[in-house]
């Protein structure tokens, strides 16, 4: 009997190292996972104010995007108005250039306006005049004259 109290004791000893050790490693690993809970318990903490600032620099962005838009529609009206503003300088420069042809041009048609004035003014009397005319001959003048201002 010495022999197996031996032998149980050869078996017995290794399997309650084994064990010793899986209770130990089980332990540790148990320690781990409570630090790995706490850690992820700690991230999702500070992930948390991340999403928020992540959602408002989604809205910045996008906001940003919109004025980039703005910015390039400006820009457009900007040039048009600076086409604008060349052809309005030519119109101008065009003006100047042909202003003296203009005010003599102005004092033409004025002083053929005064002389219309005049010449259909005489032209009326002298429709006045062939009108008594006719009164007084029986072939005289029969057409009216005048009636030029109405």
Known sequence: MGKMNINLLATVVPLVIVAVGLIGWVTTLRGDLNAAQSQLAEVRSDITPLQAEAKQCAIE????HELIKDIDKIEEVVEEVDV???RLNSVEDEVKAH?????????????????MKTILADHEIMGEMLE???????????????????
């Open 61 to 64: 962005i996008h906001n940003l």
């Open 84 to 86: 604008a503003i060349f």
């Open 132 to 150: 008594d005319m006719g009164k007084t001959q029986p072939a005289g003048e029969r057409r009216e004259y005048g009636g030029y201002g109405n």
């Open 99 to 115: 202003s003296p042809a203009i005010v003599e041009l102005e004092k033409s048609l004025a002083i053929a306006n005064d002389q």
